[in-house]
């Protein structure tokens, strides 16, 4: 049913901007929330921003703040991440996932959809 697409990954430079989109389809983007996660090499997967379903953003990379934007565009059925000031400790893979339920979280099980992942790499 729900698939996710990411793209908009790439190789940048420190410093440097990257705009991710997460591409929905076979549902409705209105009813699910939408969580952006990255897992860097040889580390575990965190969560790094998510948008509910009313358009509230909450954080949980506290690396991120200030530098990474997460925005839903309904209809396009599109969600967006927003880097700025990229640093080489940003470089991971980017997925995001989704689920139904209104209120956002950083519990990855609770995800009952994800995408194939995008990578990011910032070089210095």
């Known amino acids: 049913q729900l698939q996710l697409v990411e793209s908009g990954g790439g190789l940048v430079q420190s410093g440097g901007s990257l705009r991710l989109s997460c591409a929905l389809s076979?549902?409705?983007?209105?009813?699910?929330?939408i969580g952006w996660f990255r897992q860097a090499p040889g580390k575990e997967r965190e969560g790094v921003l998510c948008?509910?379903?009313?358009?509230?953003?909450?954080p949980y990379a506290d690396s991120v703040k200030g530098r990474f934007t997460i925005s839903r565009d309904n209809a396009k059925n599109t969600v967006y991440l927003q880097m700025n000031s990229l640093k080489p400790e940003d470089t991971a893979v980017y997925y995001c996932?989704?689920?139904?339920?209104?209120?956002?979280?950083?519990?990855?099980?609770?995800?009952?959809?994800w995408g194939q992942g995008t990578q990011v790499t910032v070089s210095s």
């Open positions: 996932a989704g689920r139904r339920p209104s209120l956002c979280t950083d519990e990855q099980t609770l995800y009952r959809t």
């Open positions: 076979g549902d409705t983007l209105d009813y699910y929330t």
């Open positions: 948008i509910s379903r009313s358009d509230g953003s909450t």
